[in-house]
């Protein structure tokens, strides 16, 4: 059974990054037929899907456009995890964010969530 | 604003049959596989409906989708008091390159 677990709230400051990490247990970051996604919500934008990375051979990655200028994800193979790093937050960010993954049925097919961390962006 | 368009709201009484639609284009819905997640507030959105048409295991046969051309829609019937929530559409969208979710259906049981 795939678990993926993120850590508790976060209050930050506007203009500060974001780094969040999703521990990954029953499959691998590098597994060859999954992918890792960070997805957001707010009762504002509903769900919004910001990216994801994926292992096949090399390392690949796919950003939201409106994204594209701040955020990284990057796994950590050592520990079976994946990050998520957003700059210059605002308090448009504030949101729960999900680490997800897609499996082998396509990128829409986002089957086991996180239980979500609270993001509060605020001065 | 979100590329898949959903209603706002929806309602029914219990025992009732509901529809949610979602409308795209032919680089998202129309050219991809949708599927159909349930959001209860203070939790993880849950998949319901994957390829268009098909419950992972768990899912209740209550609930089905469908998808022709560039729309799709999300079928609740025999409706319960637990299915009040949010539900998403979902697609790729290959002109953005990335994964499109509608702006979510609050469902009222009344």
């Known amino acids: 059974q795939v678990q993926l677990q993120q850590a508790g709230p976060r209050l930050m400051k506007p203009s500060q990054t974001l780094s969040l990490t999703c521990d990954i247990s029953g499959d691998s970051v590098s597994s060859n037929v999954a992918a890792w996604n960070w997805i957001r919500q707010s009762p504002s934008r509903g769900l919004e899907w910001l990216g994801r990375i994926y292992y096949r051979s090399n390392w690949y990655h796919q950003y939201a456009v409106s994204m594209k200028s701040r955020i990284l994800i990057s796994p950590d193979t050592s520990k079976n995890q994946f990050s998520l790093h957003l700059d210059s937050v605002t308090p448009e960010d504030t949101a729960v964010y999900y680490c997800?993954?897609?499996?082998?049925?396509?990128?829409?097919?986002?089957?086991?969530w996180g239980q979500g961390t609270l993001v509060s962006v605020s001065s | 604003q979100s590329v898949l368009t959903q209603p706002p709201s929806a309602s029914g009484t219990p025992g009732q049959r509901v529809t949610i639609s979602c409308s795209g284009s032919y680089s998202n819905v129309g050219g991809h596989p949708v599927c159909w997640y349930q959001h209860l507030p203070g939790t993880a959105p849950k998949l319901l409906i994957y390829?268009?048409?098909r419950r992972p295991s768990g899912v209740p046969d209550r609930f089905s989708g469908s998808k022709s051309g560039t729309s799709a829609s999300l079928t609740i019937s025999g409706l319960q008091s637990e299915d009040e929530a949010s539900y998403y559409c979902a697609s790729w969208d290959d002109s953005l390159n990335g994964q499109e979710f509608g702006g979510g259906t609050h469902l009222t049981v009344l």
């Open positions: 390829s268009n048409d």
């Open positions: 997800v993954r897609d499996g082998p049925l396509g990128p829409e097919m986002l089957d086991y």
